[in-house]
């Protein structure tokens, strides 16, 4: 498969004092479903931000991308919106300023998400707002979707529709890479899971191939590995 992204990460925070990379390789290939495991804090949310290109890697030449920045769609950990906003304005902005938006794809998942366009944000709880944060995600026309955990604080019956959003959206030509702590919940959809070590490096392992010869769930491989660290 035709490679999007490659090279090399390196990043510090503390004027050096913390490093979360140290030359780690990484790989991204077309048309895989991604899942990044690790521990908390070995740095699943910043390797997606310099993935999405909004984090600066400290050595930039080492990372390249080999597709266009305007076609990649990003769902923070952290999310901020305008609180006084209707659900429809926002959808409405997004369509204003970027002509990758596909606002009638918004719209025709709300019922599906049990959204309403007329819900004021500010009102919504913090799952109704992950929840929002994945339909605006994936509303954008886009070769890559990166998604930094979308399940903390929702009810996990969405977990379903979450997939079937997914599934509809993908094709050889889209990428996916999800941070996730439940697995479990998106293992049904991966082909490949990238575990951040906690000597820096990060491992690549094909789902099917997990399953097929260790005879287990990606969730307790993973589960596995990481308790061997």
């Known amino acids: ?31 895989e479903i991604y899942l990044i495991a690790g521990r908390n804090a070995v740095g699943k949310s910043t390797l997606l931000r310099i993935l999405a290109g909004v984090e600066q890697n400290e050595h930039n030449e080492y990372l390249r991308h080999f597709v266009n920045r305007n076609k990649i769609s990003y769902m923070p950990s952290k999310l901020v919106y305008y609180p006084y906003m209707k659900l429809s304005d926002l959808i ?22 049990s959204l309403k366009k007329d819900a004021v944000i500010r ?8 929840i929002l944060a994945f339909l605006i995600c994936l509303s954008f026309e886009a070769d890559l979707y990166i ?9 996990l ?7 079937k959003m997914i599934i509809e959206r993908y094709t050889e030509d889209k990428t996916f ?11 049904a959809v991966a082909s490949k899971c990238l575990l951040i ?7 690549v392992y094909d789902v099917e191939e997990v399953r097929r010869n260790e005879k287990k769930s990606l969730e307790i491989f993973i589960k596995n590995k990481m308790r061997e660290e």
């Open 1 to 31: 498969m035709a490679v999007m992204i490659k090279g090399k990460i390196k990043k510090s925070y503390d004027h050096g004092k913390v490093i979360v990379f140290d030359d780690t390789y990484v790989e991204i290939q077309k048309g």
């Open 147 to 155: 998604i930094d955990e979308p399940f903390p604080n929702v009810d």
């Open 177 to 187: 890479i999800i941070a996730t702590h439940q697995i479990n919940e998106f293992e």
């Open 197 to 203: 070590k906690k000597n820096k490096e990060i491992d």
């Open 123 to 130: 009102k919504m709880s913090e799952g109704k707002k992950k």
């Open 92 to 113: 409405l902005f997004y369509q204003t300023i970027n002509k990758n938006f596909n606002a009638t794809y918004a719209y025709d998942q709300l019922s599906l998400l």
């Open 157 to 163: 019956l969405f977990d379903e529709n979450f997939r």
